[in-house]
């Protein structure tokens, strides 16, 4: 279940996985079978090329990626998450939800 997004945020994100862009979103997150994690990033993109190379950049498994159409993603969690978003620059997803 998501948490701390609202519509025009997750329609933004939609817009620019369908563009074929990378984009990252990230809420909060509960899932009982990981009690620790609280948010998750989901970096999308449906140039599966380009999410599979950008997978490859950051040394995370491609067979990980959610072939879900039309917004394929990756989940980030936990440390790398953290890790990840700041190589990319999102301090702002990383500050807002107190990474």
């Not at 997750?10 to 620019?16: E, P, S, V």
Request: hydrophobic fraction near 30%.
């Amino acid at each position: 279940m998501a948490f701390g997004i609202d519509r025009e945020e997750l329609a933004r994100w939609k817009q620019a996985v369908s563009r074929g862009e990378l984009a990252y979103l990230t809420h909060y997150w509960h899932d009982p079978r990981m009690p620790h994690i609280k948010t998750v990033t989901k970096v999308g993109c449906s140039n599966l090329t380009l999410l599979r190379q950008w997978c490859e950049r950051h040394g995370l498994p491609s067979r990980y990626i959610h072939h879900r159409p039309p917004y394929p993603h990756f989940d980030l969690l936990g440390d790398k998450q953290k890790e990840i978003l700041l190589n990319e620059g999102q301090r702002e997803q990383i500050e807002r939800f107190r990474l």
